[in-house]
């Protein structure tokens, strides 16, 4: 199994694990270097902020409170980060952050189902076009063939 795909299949591992988000489980493996420099985040609320039902189950609460799997991810590596694997294809926000963190040269993500390009398309496409401006690599693995688990993925 290729590094890639490890690191891929580490990210959702790690959104089921440790998420809180009843309906959105996202996580993003930072990966300095060398494989050994890792970092990882996924979509919750700042530490401090309490996981309280109320917050988790009322979408719009929880939108204006959780910070996205690769803020986590970036915020957690002591490192400069080249790779960021992400269960998810990142939304503009991530994509100007993981720009504004200067070190990252590859984003790689499992290639998103069909619900989730049809309700993100504009956001996937903004970030595509930021990547691609200013040299970022962007891949997208097709997991959602070979491994059977990943089909169970939730769509935000
Ligand atoms: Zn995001």
């Known amino acids: 199994m290729s590094k890639d795909l490890k690191f891929l299949q580490s990210a959702f ?4 694990i ?3 988000d009843p309906s ?15 970092a990882w985040g996924y979509n919750g609320f700042p530490p401090g902020i309490a996981d309280t039902e109320n917050r988790l189950f009322n979408r719009e609460v929880k939108y204006s409170l959780v ?4 803020e986590n991810a970036l915020a957690n ?8 694997y992400v269960t998810h294809p990142p939304c503009q926000g991530c994509a100007l952050r993981i720009l504004g963190y200067r070190s990252v040269l590859r984003v790689v993500c499992a290639k ?7 309700r993100w ?19 997208e693995i097709d997991l959602w063939n070979s491994l ?4 169970q993925s939730p769509v935000p």
Do not use: C, M
């Not at 590596?77 to 960021?84: D, G």
């Open 77 to 84: 590596a002591t490192f400069p980060v080249r790779t960021l």
């Open 67 to 70: 910070l996205h799997a690769e």
């Open 13 to 16: 591992a790690l959104a089921q």
């Open 24 to 38: 959105s489980k996202v996580a993003a493996v930072a990966v300095g270097d060398t494989p050994n420099l890792v």
């Open 112 to 118: 998103p189902s069909p619900e989730f390009q049809d």
């Open 148 to 151: 059977p688990w990943t089909q």
């Open 121 to 139: 398309q504009a956001s996937i496409k903004q970030t595509l076009a930021l990547f691609e401006e200013a040299g970022v690599e962007y891949e």
């Open 18 to 20: 440790w998420s809180k």
